[in-house]
């Protein structure tokens, strides 16, 4: 399969089941919170080489990068960036006490994942989470970015193929009328 149509299956996929304005917006502040939740710790183990520090957050970044340039580049550029800035916030927080910075990653964490569920309440939907939950933790930062893209008018072409192909998918499943 090449990698355009394993992207555009991929967004399809998400945009079927993120379709209320109310969900998306949600998703769009829970899956960083919920990403910050899991930095905050991972910010905790690290190594030092030299005058610079790399931590576990880091490794997680670079891993999830990495297999998001194999779906596209741009988005996946986007994402490292935005990531290496959450990993900056999460180093600050993680440097907090312990108590305080452990309460902060929790109520982020667990607070985004709860968000997810009410968004997928308001959109009627059963969240991909529920069902495939490593694909659904490792596919949400992507589409983050992506509805970023979206939210700002960009690559207009690639959210009107996928548009028309969920609306094909639909009327598919639908039957004939």
């Not at 355009?4 to 769009?28: C, G, I, R, T, W």
């Not at 905790?44 to 080489?49: D, G, K």
């Not at 988005?75 to 999460?90: D, E, H, Q, Y």
């Amino acid at each position: 399969m090449k990698s355009e149509n394993k992207l555009l299956d991929m967004l399809v996929a998400y945009a079927s089941a993120h379709q209320h304005p109310l969900n998306v917006f949600v998703h769009m502040i829970g899956i960083p919170a919920i990403m910050l939740g899991a930095l905050i710790p991972l910010s905790w183990l690290a190594v030092e080489v030299g005058s610079l520090r790399f931590t576990a957050a880091h490794l997680l970044l670079v891993g999830f990068f990495l297999f998001y340039v194999t779906l596209d580049v741009v988005f996946a550029t986007v994402f490292l960036l935005a990531g290496f800035l959450l990993s900056v916030v999460a180093a600050w927080l993680g440097e907090l006490p312990l108590r305080t910075s452990g309460t902060i990653a929790a109520l982020c964490f667990f607070g985004g994942y709860a968000a997810q569920f009410a968004g997928h309440a308001i959109e009627k939907s059963m969240p991909v989470l529920v069902r495939h939950p490593v694909q659904a933790n490792l596919a949400a930062p992507f589409f983050t970015v992506v509805e970023i893209f979206k939210i700002l008018g960009l690559r207009t072409e690639l959210f009107e193929r996928v548009k028309r192909t969920v609306e094909e998918r639909r009327n598919t499943a639908a039957g004939p009328v």
